[in-house]
């Protein structure tokens, strides 16, 4: 592994955590509900848009897959509410984070395959890579926060400060 290359952890809801949360029903609460004839796996994260007049948004996300391995050249934050990934399909995917703060270090970096079944929701404030599709273009629906305020930073690294990833490390 050289340098600046990301390593991959496995998502779980132990490890991304800092991050806000793993969306699995493996561990969830779950009810039986609808005379028994449905399975609910409840609370699986915490939506919040509510700051500053915030409503919660309902998308569809259609991401093709980006080439690898990847540089990380930038990483986006959304200071005013949380922002959930969950594929519609049994699709994996690679999820790259760093803490909340003004700015973030490459150091701060952690980089997670979600499995297919699985999806993020990311904390308010949390800096994360734009959506990472593996190997086919993948639709996720995708849970974040509409109305007033400014509700997205950018930051982009110098070129020596670049990480990469490769999906298939």
Known sequence: MAGNDLRIEPL??????????AIDADGAER?????????RFHD????DVAAE?????????RARPLPMPLTVAMVE?????????????????????????DTVRPADLRAFLARGGQGVNYAPGVWH???IALGRETDFLVIDRGGPG???????????????VDSAA
């Not at 779980?12 to 949360?21: E, L, N, Y």
């Not at 009810?31 to 399975?39: E, L, P, Q, R």
Request: charged share 15%; proline share 11%; hydrophobic share 45%.
């Open 129 to 131: 890579h734009p959506v």
């Open 150 to 164: 400014d509700n997205l930073a950018e930051f982009f690294f110098d070129e020596g400060d670049q990480r990469v």
């Open 44 to 47: 699986l994260a915490r939506v």
């Open 12 to 21: 779980t809801r132990a490890a991304f955590r800092p991050f806000g949360d």
């Open 53 to 61: 007049g915030g409503h919660p948004l309902v998308n569809i996300f």
């Open 77 to 101: 934050k959304h200071p005013l509410g949380s922002q959930a990934f969950i594929p519609l399909e049994a699709a994996p995917f690679l999820v790259v984070v760093a803490p909340p703060g």
């Open 31 to 39: 009810f039986k509900i609808n005379n028994g004839s449905t399975t």
